[in-house]
């Protein structure tokens, strides 16, 4: 087991949900705490507040881009290859988990059994993030440094 499974599992045994499991990892390897986008996170949580829509892996993936990529103040400016690069994470995770699961709505990859949240999500989430990392790094960008 990796280190950064163990410390997704840590985080689920705290309470913590898809989305900010993926922030707080992010957060951490850039030597930080959020506790107020940890919260604001908790709008993606179960496909969108336990709507059953788009799963919170991807839209917390697209967020770890966010993260890196977007604008955060009136003066910066978003990197010009942001949507190109939410645009592969989408791609991937549809092709990656659309066919096993007939859909990428959190309703559609949990089927309303509780176990498949502990068979399937750590895997999404730890393949997800490995993905955010590698589009990351394809754009010159450090997941643990933050902009």
């Not at 059953?52 to 400016?77: D, M, R, S, V």
């Not at 690069?85 to 995770?93: H, I, K, N, Q």
């Not at 559609?108 to 590698?134: F, G, Y």
Request: hydrophobic share 35%; with cysteine.
């Amino acid at each position: 087991m990796t280190d950064e499974l163990i410390r997704m599992m840590e985080l689920s045994q705290q309470g913590f949900y898809c989305s900010q499991i993926m922030i707080i990892m992010a957060l951490e390897a850039q030597g930080k705490s959020n506790p107020d986008l940890v919260r604001a996170m908790s709008g993606l949580l179960g496909g969108i507040g336990f709507c059953g829509k788009t799963c919170g892996t991807l839209t917390g993936g697209a967020c770890l881009i966010g993260l890196y990529a977007g604008k955060g103040t009136a003066e910066e400016q978003p990197d010009s290859r942001l949507y190109l690069m939410m645009s592969e994470l989408v791609e991937w995770f549809e092709k990656e988990y659309s066919s096993t699961y007939g859909g990428i709505n959190c309703s559609d990859i949990l089927q309303d059994d509780p176990h498949n949240k502990l068979s399937r999500c750590p895997q999404m989430i730890t393949a997800t993030v490995r993905k955010v990392k590698e589009i990351l790094a394809a754009n010159n960008y450090d997941f643990g440094q933050a902009r």
